[in-house]
Nanobody
Framework: QVQVVESGGGLVQAGGSLRLSCITSVRISSINAMSWYRQAPGKQRELVATIFSGGKTDYLDSVKGRFTISRDNAKNTMYLQMNSLKPEDTAVYYC?????????????WGQGTQVTVSS
């Protein structure tokens, strides 16, 4: 099973930046798609950004132009660069991987990393 581990969360003031990292246990190039989700207190988990194996990316409307998802195949690591952070970006951010193995697709989730944006 593919394992993913996030890092890089923390406390930042509104308007600041953070970069989240997610390292995988296998070659990231072998993963179908990787995403960042977030969950704020009392809210449902939402999809923030996705990067597909071919390099295509997709974003939640509220983060377009502020967040950038990317990956470094050599380091087996996915990133989420978050700029112009807002208090409403406060949440636990989770790394997600969808991969193909033994004839079927499976999912893996990280443990989450807290991002807190103060006003």
């Amino acid at each position: 099973q593919v394992q993913v581990v996030e890092s890089g969360g923390g406390l930042v003031q509104a308007g600041g930046s953070l970069r989240l990292s997610c390292i995988t246990s296998v070659r990231i190039s072998s993963i179908n798609a990787m995403s960042w989700y977030r969950q704020a207190p009392g809210k449902q988990r939402e999809l923030v950004a996705t990067i597909f194996s071919g390099g295509k990316t997709d974003y939640l409307d509220s983060v377009k132009g502020r967040f950038t998802i990317s990956r470094d195949n050599a380091k087996n690591t996915m990133y989420l660069q978050m700029n112009s952070l807002k208090p409403e970006d406060t949440a636990v951010y989770y790394c997600f991987a969808n991969y193909y193995s033994l004839g079927s697709y499976s999912d893996s989730w990280g443990q989450g990393t807290q991002v807190t944006v103060s006003s």
